[in-house]
């Protein structure tokens, strides 16, 4: 069966500091991947997502960006957090066809300061 | 391009009572849509889908949703609420011609009183 994976699960970070978020998919290949960020009352909004190792399209710009250096993980980085950056990241994945059920991670909260 | 519209940031039902969550979408070609479920500080799970089958879907843990395109509605039910139900619903959506975006509402949060 399939997993995700995602880590990690809670993180504090000063304004200014890098940021590295990491998601594993196993059981499955070729897997679309997704990164949301979920802001209290505002539901998820789409960051990136990507079809295949490299590709990688943005749906907001910011000071976020995404990696897939391998078919099942993607990362989301930062290399100066803004406080506006605090939220709950959640990583999902799809199959590459048919209706784009998502499975989601259990979520990185990242908080700030 | 897609767009939901949940109605109701918060519903409030009494253990046993109907439990309606509304979802309205706009989808210039035809849609799947979804009902996922999100327990506090956890990811979402599946509760059902819609793939252009049959107009009434059920789902999990005794959900239902029907698919009206007149009303561009997909709304949530479940005949009897339980304590367990208490979380937050989100209806999305996304495109049949094979986009890989799916598109989600602002969110339910669903409080069963005892």
């Known amino acids: 069966s399939q997993t995700i994976h995602q880590w990690p699960a809670t993180l504090v970070q000063p304004v200014g500091s890098p940021l590295s978020l990491e998601c594993t998919v196993e059981?499955?290949?070729?897997?679309?991947l997704y990164w949301y960020r979920q802001a209290a009352g505002r539901g998820l909004q789409l960051l990136f997502y990507s079809v295949g190792i490299g590709q990688i399209s943005s749906e907001v710009p910011q000071n976020l960006s995404a990696s897939r250096p391998q078919d099942r993980q993607f990362i989301l980085s930062s290399k100066k957090l803004l406080l506006s950056d605090s939220g709950f990241y959640l990583c999902?994945?799809?199959?590459?066809?048919?209706?784009?059920?998502?499975?989601f991670g259990a979520g990185s909260r990242l908080t700030v300061l | 391009a897609q767009s939901v519209t949940q109605l109701g940031s918060h519903v409030s039902v009494s253990e046993g009572a109907l439990v309606l969550l509304r979802c309205n979408y706009s989808s210039s070609v035809p849609p799947y849509l979804f009902w996922y479920v999100q327990y506090p500080n956890q990811g979402l799970q599946l509760l059902l889908k819609?793939?252009?089958?049959?107009?009434l879907v059920k789902g999990i843990n005794g959900f239902e949703a029907e698919f009206k395109k007149s009303e561009t509605s997909f709304h949530l039910t479940k005949p009897s609420a339980h304590m367990s139900d208490a979380a937050e619903y989100f209806c999305a959506v996304s495109a049949v011609s094979g986009g890989f975006k799916t598109i989600f509402g602002a969110g339910t949060r669903l409080f069963v009183k005892a």
């Open positions: 059981g499955t290949s070729n897997p679309n």
């Open positions: 999902a994945w799809s199959g590459s066809s048919g209706a784009n059920v998502l499975t």
């Open positions: 819609y793939t252009s089958a049959a107009t």
